[in-house]
């Protein structure tokens, strides 16, 4: 039985693996709670923090890989398929959010990581919101990229237009990325994650994280309420969030924006000020919220 359940193991990682490397990241495998896990892995720098980078929905951790590969260097990094996900195996049923929350913390048990910051673009900042919530002492820091969820993506056909209007503001090279882990992930799972999405309390969730939060907008997103609103939600209570915006940018800023992203979360973890961002974009950046429990910027 146990050479049977190997055999067809191996059969689907032979499957799901690509002859050609996505990116200079190290490609592994591993096997949690019976699931094979896909992911990559830099380079661990010595005694370096770790970062783990959470993909959004129906995708991948293929388009995290631009902005992870440009803080494989200073930060232990790793970037998996959650379960159901891109090249990994399917759990049992279909995983909703708290599902995948705690099937992150146990990849993490697997790989022996007792504490990260986690990075999040779209859906996996809920993922992060949900591990904070049950798992607030292995949660360094928490850096949400275009968080999506809750009734502004409601009702589905709102969320089809808003996520067609962004597929024009996106990268052509996206598509070569997203089409075939949106055709993996498959049409009935897209509708039960939706769902499992779109009444997610992530607004509430964000504002009880106890740990320094920065939140990266892009002026261009459809999925998201314009970061004028979020201001003025966000001013209403004290918390420990930073909230930035890179102008230009739309929802995949992982994949569009890579070197403004990585700068911002080399700040970020630094605590140092949000400053005008090199890159090939010429992206400005300017800082809308700093929470009063967040750390002030370290001038010196």
């Known amino acids: 039985m146990v050479k ?3 055999k067809a193991s191996y059969r689907h990682r ?7 490397p996505a990116s200079g990241l190290a490609e592994r495998w591993t096997m949690v709670d019976g699931v094979d896990i896909f992911y990559r892995e830099s380079a661990n720098p010595p005694d370096a923090r770790v970062i783990t980078h959470l993909h959004g929905f129906g995708l991948s951790g293929r388009y995290l890989l631009p902005t992870a590969e440009l803080l494989a260097d200073e930060f232990h990094t790793l970037v998996p398929d959650l379960p159901g996900f891109g090249r990994s195996g399917k759990a049992g049923v279909a995983l909703d959010i708290p599902d995948l929350a705690h099937a992150a913390a146990r990849f993490l048990d697997d ?8 990075v999040g673009n779209s859906m996996g900042c809920p993922v992060i919101l949900e591990f904070a919530h049950h798992f607030p002492e292995r949660l360094e ?7 999506a969820g809750g009734i502004h993506n ?10 067609s209007k962004d597929g024009g503001r996106e990268p052509i090279k996206m598509i070569s990325v997203a089409t075939p882990d949106y055709l993996r992930f498959g049409v009935p799972s897209t509708f039960k994650m939706f769902k499992a999405l779109t009444q997610y309390p992530t607004l509430q969730r964000l504002m009880e994280l106890k740990v320094p939060t920065l939140v990266v ?26 909230i930035v915006v890179l102008e230009g940018a739309a929802h995949a800023i992982n994949f569009s924006h890579p070197h403004e992203l990585a700068h911002l979360i080399r700040l970020f973890m630094d605590d140092k000020p949000i400053v005008d961002v090199p890159g090939p974009h010429g992206a400005k950046v300017f800082e809308i919220h700093r929470g009063e429990h967040h750390p002030p910027a370290q001038t010196g």
């Not at 820091?141 to 275009?146: E, G, N, T």
């Not at 907008?217 to 930073?242: F, Y």
């Open 4 to 6: 049977n359940a190997e």
């Open 14 to 20: 032979a499957r799901m693996h690509p002859r050609t």
């Open 111 to 118: 790989r022996g990581i007792e504490k990260t910051s986690l």
């Open 141 to 147: 820091r928490a850096i949400l990229v275009s968080p």
């Open 154 to 163: 409601q009702p589905l056909r709102r969320a089809i237009g808003q996520l």
């Open 217 to 242: 907008l892009g002026t261009r997103d459809p999925l998201l309420p314009h970061p004028t609103r979020v201001q003025e939600v966000a001013a209403q209570d004290p918390n420990h969030v930073l």
